[in-house]
Each structure stands twice: as structure tokens, then as C-alpha cells.
């Protein structure tokens, strides 16, 4: 498979190909060991072998599990003895682990969850004493998660957790809308998070970040831009934005019906808004920052990112990435404490899965993580593998440099384009491991199904937004022997992934119809013609060419030289290409595009 190939494929699997590797739970089951005596001298043998590490802390415990969520969180809230007990036992692993981590640097810690504020002052306290134990950098950011329930509810809470040391507090809003909020199974109002802020200031903190949730089924552009707006009001010093990623959620059975056409519309709507209110990120970076060289992320994420810093995780179903090792936590599949709480009364690493990876995969993984920040810090990667990233993935930079999706920004960063921004799901996969790149094909394979998306899209669909009918225009754009055609591969519903001619929607107002087609050529091509009614070819208005309802078409016929422009694709379509029309099949076409070709042909 091809650079070109795999690209597409992650383009077409978006909501597994992200961030977060490896593809499934069980991927890296034939790395795996099993004996307690040989994964403990891995884990020993690799923590040793770092200079510098960053520790992570899981707090599995929510008032209530929302459906979007896809960590390890107690499906029951749990009681006071239980807290209690868990925290007792988290102590006694991170006892194990100060064994063998001894004296070695740590450079970033997180407190997270699940909601660790969910936790008694006391108990907070005992988990950061022994945090504090370890050897601590000067000046890092200690952080820690709670929700605007707890925080608009619970003043005095606040003020013990900063008078341990938390400097940085992140707290997620999701979203403003009552009704998505509902159907999220999640609890907040603007009162809520008004109170919760105010709490959060009077407390001391100056460091805030607030997370937002995108991308869900039932979320419509205007609630994300007045989520947005809204936040930005409260004025935090940091912004998140987490797209909904639907893998292991009770909400997966929705994410067919989401395109990436929609991720990347609110993603642009919210980097639209930030950056006009002084929020400062890199285009596929997805914490924005109003603090002056301030990343906005904590020291942990921060250096797991930049620099594939390895990390250990103490807690139910908690993650590590040390050396060459990626390990699961007891929990991670069950989500229950009693075998984690066995492992420990015997003295064993509470381990579920552990993987002794080859380096394709620890490369894969570390990558990965990478692009969380939207570029690779060479230096960060030489110093991590001690081998030039530029020699290792020749193939892929000049793919990703013809394409436009990555540059060289300066002599250590190649950084995303805001085109490949857009298209970062295809772009991740470029670096995994061949297994993992199989593994992908066979897992999309099988899951994808576009009419099962289109029909879960159709159910949501809000027709009132068109009158009816509605007027589409669309492009046939010929060479000059009319051997090639201008095509698109759409991204959105209906028919996505379908091949289909360059156009859109009519807009009504002073724009007219051949301006209309000239801005949706340059839209989703970067093309620019002017149109005029001598290209008109065809009118056609069956009322069953489209399934979203009745909409004319109006398509326009030019001839151009294919070497005179360089396609680039915009907006809702995926790519943008010249296509031998001899290759063209008519199932392979979007609406009646075919039967729109084959008669401008015949004139």
C-alpha cells in the first residue's frame, strides 16, 4: 500500500484514526507478556533507562458517566468507603513504582480522571504528598481535573486543592447547550459554570482552562459557535477543544452519521472565534492559549507531546509509555477494583496488559501522540529513537510536502498546513506500523458502511433549513480534449466518498447563480473561473436526484488547460482531481452527476 492509499483510508476511518494508539485494545496482543516476574524486570529495565519521566495519576470516579466518555470511570457513583479504599491502594502502587523510579526527574504530573476534585480534601492531599516524593522539576505545572458542579458547589475544596500546589485547573463544559447536554446525560447551566468560574478565581487560580466537546451527532453549528462565544466571555486563560471520538462510548453507533466535513466546519468555526478573541494556536492544535508563549496544556501533556517524554500511570485501567513498553492497568476493560486491589495486597504491579513493542510500533505510538500539537520536533524524535526522522520517513515527508499537507516551518519542526490540518486523520496513519496499517484496512473494511451513515445523517436532518425547491449548481470542467474531468470526492452526506462535480448550494440574495458557481468552484477546488450563462449545460430538476429533498441543479460547462491549475481540494470535498473520463463508472458517481456528464459530452 501506498502513501496515497493508506492517506485516503485514514480520510475515510476519522473517528478511529486519531491521536490515541493503538487502533483496539487488543492489537498488540502478540508483544504482550504475561509472567509478573519478566513484566516486572521490563518495566524496571525501561523506567531505569530514562533520563527524565512524567507521572500520571486516575481518579476512575464521576458523579455520572456521560455517553461520550471513553475512559475508565465507574459505571456506579461510588460511596466514601470506597474512595477511601481506592485512594489506600492507589498509595500502595505508587509505592511499588517510587522503588524502581527512585531519584529520576520528573518533569510533569497530571491528576486526572474521571474527576479527581470528586475526591475529599484528605484524600487529595494524601495522593499529593506522595506525588511530592518523588523528585519534583522547579517551576512545573502541577495539575488537576474537576467539573462546574463540584466547583460551583464546593468553595472550600478549591482552596485546599491550591494550597497543595495546584497551580493549573481544567474543568470541562462540554458544551452550553441544555438540551445536548440532556441528551449527553451531563448536568451544567450557564449558572453553574458562572459560579464555578467565580469559585475557581476566588480560589486563587490564575491558570484555567476550559474544555469543549465537538463533533457530536446532535450538535448543530450554531450551538458550537455560542458554546464558544460564551466561554470565551468567561475569559480563561486556556481553551480546549476535544473532538468527540465516539470509539468505546455508548455513543458509537452515531459516528457513521458524522462526517469529517462537520469536525472540521466547527473545528474552523471555533479557531475563527478564538483567534479573534486573542487565543493563540497552531491549526491542528487543540488547546488555544491567551498567555504569551504559554502552550496552554500542563507540563505532563505538554512534554508527553513535544517531546515523547515517557510516562507512568498510577490508577485503575491507567495507560503508561515508558522505553518501549505501553501498558494497561487492571480495569482498563472491566472498569472494576477488585482485581486491581488483589494485585496490591500481593505486592504486584497491578498490570493488565503490558506489550514489549519493536520499534516500529514505539514509533507508531510516540508519533502518534505527536501530532496532538499539529507538527514533529525533530530533535524531540532524534533524542527519543537517536535515528533522523528525516531518514526514517522519507517516503512520507515528500508525500505529505507535494500534497501540501506538512512543511518545514523552520530546521526542527515540520508543522501542518492549515490543509493538512483539515485532513489529519489521513495523515496519522502515514506513521504507523506496518501491522498496524493492515490492521487498519481490515477494521474499516469491515466497519465502514456509508449508506448506514448517510441513514443515521438522514434521521437528524433538518430539511426547514432549504426552501423547497432548493437550487444547486454544478461544475463540469474539461480539459481541453475533453479527455479528463475536474472531479471531487465528497466529504460529507450524502454520499460521501462518492466521485461528484465540483458545486453547492445556491445562496439566495444579491448573489447570482454563475457567482454562486465560481464560489463554489474556488471553494472546493481553489479553481478560479468566471461563469457566465454561455457555460450553461443542463437544468434538471427530478425531485428524487438528491435525498435530502428537492434540489435543482443548474450545471455549467468549461474548458480549460489541466496544466494551468493545481487543484486543491476545500471546504466539503475530501480531494480535488483531474479523472480520466474513461475511467469513470456510473456507480461511482454522486446524485445524477453521470447521467449530467455523459449528456455534456454528447453536445
Known amino acids: 500500500m501506498n502513501c496515497q492509499e493508506i492517506f485516503e483510508r485514514g480520510i475515510k476511518f476519522h473517528h478511529y484514526c486519531n491521536t490515541a494508539y493503538p487502533l483496539r485494545a487488543t492489537s498488540l496482543k502478540q508483544y504482550e507478556l504475561h509472567d509478573t516476574d519478566k513484566i516486572y524486570e521490563l518495566v524496571k529495565s525501561n523506567i531505569e533507562s530514562q533520563k ?56 510533569g504530573y497530571d491528576l486526572g480522571g474521571g474527576t479527581p476534585a470528586f475526591l475529599s480534601a484528605q484524600n487529595l ?19 488537576i481535573e474537576t467539573t462546574p458542579v463540584i466547583a460551583s458547589k464546593d468553595i472550600e475544596k478549591l482552596r485546599a486543592i491550591k494550597d497543595l500546589g495546584y ?12 438540551k445536548l447536554l440532556e441528551s449527553l446525560g451531563r448536568e451544567g447551566s450557564k449558572s453553574i459554570y458562572e459560579k ?63 462526517t469529517l466535513y462537520k469536525i472540521n466546519r466547527q473545528y474552523d468555526i471555533a479557531f475563527r472565534l478564538l483567534k479573534e478573541a486573542g487565543y493563540i494556536a497552531n491549526n491542528g492544535k ?40 505501553l501498558a494497561y492497568n487492571l480495569g482498563c476493560a472491566d472498569h472494576k477494583l477488585d482485581k486491581y486491589f488483589d494485585f496490591l495486597d500481593k505486592g504486584i504491579l497491578p498490570i493488565n496488559d503490558i506489550a514489549d ?62 490543509y493538512g490540518a483539515a485532513h489529519l486523520y489521513g495523515i496519522i496513519p502515514l506513521f504507523y506500523s506496518p501491522r498496524s496499517i493492515v490492521e487498519m484496512f481490515t477494521m474499516s473494511d469491515r466497519i465502514l458502511d456509508d449508506k448506514k451513515g448517510e441513514g443515521i445523517y438522514l434521521s437528524k436532518y433538518d430539511r426547514k433549513k432549504f426552501d423547497a425547491p432548493s437550487v444547486a449548481v454544478d461544475l463540469l470542467i474539461f480539459n481541453h480534449d475533453c479527455s479528463k474531468i475536474l472531479l471531487i470526492n465528497r466529504a460529507d452526506h450524502p454520499f460521501v466518498n462518492k466521485l461528484a462535480l465540483p458545486g453547492g448550494f445556491y445562496v439566495p440574495g444579491d448573489e447570482t447563480i454563475e457567482a454562486a458557481a465560481a464560489r463554489e468552484l474556488m471553494e472546493e477546488t481553489s479553481v478560479s473561473l468566471n461563469i457566465t450563462n454561455e457555460n450553461l449545460v443542463k437544468i434538471t430538476s427530478t425531485k428524487n436526484r438528491d435525498p435530502r429533498g428537492w434540489i435543482i441543479s443548474v450545471a455549467y460547462k468549461v474548458i480549460i488547460s489541466e496544466n494551468d491549475v493545481k487543484p486543491v481540494a476545500n471546504s466539503d470535498a475530501l480531494y480535488a482531481n483531474w479523472v480520466d473520463i474513461s475511467s469513470i463508472k456510473e456507480d461511482s458517481m454522486a446524485f445524477d452527476h453521470y447521467e449530467i456528464l455523459q449528456y455534456a459530452l454528447a453536445r
Not at 167 to 176: A, D, K, L, W, Y
Open 125 to 143: 492531599k494524601l495522593i499529593t504528598e506522595s506525588i511530592k516524593k518523588f523528585n519534583l522539576k522547579d517551576g512545573m505545572y502541577l495539575s
Open 196 to 258: 464555578a468560574v467565580e469559585n475557581i478565581r476566588a480560589a486563587g487560580f490564575d491558570r484555567l482552562n476550559i474544555d469543549l466537546m465537538y463533533g457530536f451527532l446532535n450538535q448543530s453549528d450554531e450551538d458550537f459557535a455560542n458554546t464558544i462565544k460564551y466561554t470565551i466571555a468567561l475569559n480563561p486563560e486556556f481553551i480546549t477543544l476535544y473532538r468527540n471520538r465516539y470509539k468505546g462510548t455508548s455513543l458509537e453507533a452515531e459516528s457513521q452519521g458524522v
Open 167 to 178: 497551580n493549573r485547573i481544567s474543568m470541562g463544559f462540554q458544551t452550553v447547550s441544555e
Open 52 to 107: 527524565e519521566i512524567c507521572l500520571y495519576v486516575h481518579v476512575p470516579f464521576c458523579q455520572a458517566r456521560c455517553k461520550f466518555c471513553e475512559y475508565v470511570v465507574l459505571n456506579e457513583k461510588p460511596t466514601d468507603e470506597i474512595q477511601n479504599k481506592y485512594v489506600s491502594y492507589l498509595l500502595k502502587e505508587i509505592e511499588l513504582y517510587r522503588k524502581i523510579i527512585k531519584d529520576k526527574p520528573v518533569v
Open 357 to 418: 513493542m519493536p520499534v516500529e510500533e514505539v514509533r507508531a505510538k510516540a508519533l502518534s501522540v505527536m501530532f496532538y500539537f499539529g507538527y514533529i520536533s525533530l530533535k524531540a524524535y532524534r533524542e527519543r529513537f537517536n535515528e533522523d526522522f528525516t531518514e526514517i520517513y522519507k517516503e512520507q515527508i515528500e508525500f505529505l510536502k507535494k500534497n501540501y499537507l506538512m512543511e518545514f516551518v523552520d530546521e526542527d519542526t515540520f508543522m501542518l498546513t492549515d
Open 286 to 325: 487543540n488547546t488555544f492559549s491567551k498567555i504569551p508563549g504559554d502552550l496552554g496544556t500542563s507540563s505532563y501533556l505538554t512534554t508527553r507531546v513535544v517531546n515523547a517524554t515517557s510516562y507512568v500511570g498510577f490508577g485503575l485501567g491507567a495507560q503508561s509509555f515508558v522505553g518501549n513498553y
